[in-house]
């Protein structure tokens, strides 16, 4: 990946000399995507960057990303709005969960005979990434010109490098037709209000309007990113609807189909618990430091999901009250997993 952003200018004798450039709302945002790009690839060379390979470091270099945008460390972050990016601090958390689902015995083994739930959680954690952090990145590094260029984000209108190079991440051809270019969204508009609201508001009303801003933005990520992008694939679906009808104590397939109770007992083997963990961990026996999803929760629907999401946000909000010392700790340890090496 070179610099598609430069500038020639005549020299002169005049010492200090400024060269003035008028950067237009798709140059800000390629450069946005380039901080994307880099933060998913290894640098090989000047401005020369291999994209990481592994899908488990994929997921934890992006866990590492979220928590630094909370803690207020990436960027243009500003440690006296620490709070104001609440949505992040609970990514961080689903991120690694997602790392943790990918390096599991289960989804190792069962991708060597099918590859469409490895490749599903890969593809729809890389390009919420790649969508998610690019609205932070403007706002932390560009803040005064957020609100003129929120309307003008679209893939296709970056300029002709990073448009090429965004084209050819891993699913990028297939995968910005169905997150429509990365444009801007009312629950992005909402989100970031509410990031703007907590700035300016008193320390007791701060916590309402995280939570506010929490829900706001999940439902972008799950609705216009993650529903499309993978969810309403139906080979996708279909593994899912498999494990959660293997895991389901009454099940009339049973009677049907003579050799269901053989397959869901090896479904049941491959499937890894559905269940979020407020640690740096991946698992923990304290019951008080996990979500795990209803049997009724069907993942594959917007709705059904989103109602288990927003009582594990309720649970990671008081969790954020009552053990902020514990959580927080969780959330600097992520933190430092942002440049892990591929394997």
């Not at 990434?129 to 260029?149: K, M, P, R, S, V």
Request: net charge positive; with cysteine.
């Amino acid at each position: 990946m070179t610099d598609p952003t430069t500038v020639t200018a005549v020299t002169n004798p005049k010492p200090n000399t400024c060269v003035g450039v008028n950067c237009d709302c798709p140059t800000m945002w390629s450069m946005v995507q380039q901080d994307c790009y880099i933060r998913m690839g290894q640098i090989k060379g000047d401005m020369v960057y291999s994209p990481i390979k592994d899908y488990e470091t994929r997921a934890k270099r992006i866990a590492g990303t979220y928590a630094r945008f909370y803690l207020e460390t990436e960027r243009g972050g500003d440690l006296a709005k620490k709070g104001r990016f609440y949505w992040m601090a609970l990514a961080c958390f689903a991120s690694k969960t997602v790392a943790c689902t990918l390096a599991s015995w289960q989804v190792e083994y069962s991708a060597k005979a099918i590859s469409t739930m490895k490749e599903g959680l890969g593809k729809g954690n890389f390009w919420l990434f790649c969508d998610i952090a690019g609205w932070h990145w403007y706002y932390t590094q560009f803040n005064e010109d957020f609100d003129l260029c929120l309307a003008k984000r679209d893939a296709s209108t970056l300029t002709k490098a990073v448009q090429a190079q965004t084209k050819i991440m891993p699913w990028g051809a297939t995968a910005l037709p169905k997150i429509n270019n990365l444009k801007v969204t009312s629950y992005i508009k909402d989100g970031f209000a509410k990031v703007k609201e907590f700035e300016s508001a008193k320390k007791d009303k701060q916590r309402d309007i995280q939570i506010k801003h929490l829900l706001i933005i999940a439902d972008h990520e799950q609705k216009m990113i993650l529903q499309p992008l993978i969810y309403d694939d139906p080979a996708f679906a279909a593994g899912v609807q498999l494990q959660r009808a293997a895991k389901s104590k009454t099940n009339p397939v049973e009677n049907a189909v003579p050799a269901w109770r053989l397959i869901r007992n090896i479904v049941q083997a491959l499937t890894p618990g559905l269940e979020l963990v407020f640690a740096s961990a991946c698992t923990t026996s304290n019951k008080h430091l996990k979500s795990v999803a209803p049997e009724e929760t069907k993942l594959e629907q917007f709705k059904s999901r989103m109602d288990w999401i927003t009582k594990a946000a309720e649970q990671f909000h008081g969790l954020m009250a009552t053990d902020k010392d514990y959580m927080e700790s969780q959330i600097n340890e992520m933190a430092g997993w942002y440049d892990l090496a591929d394997k």
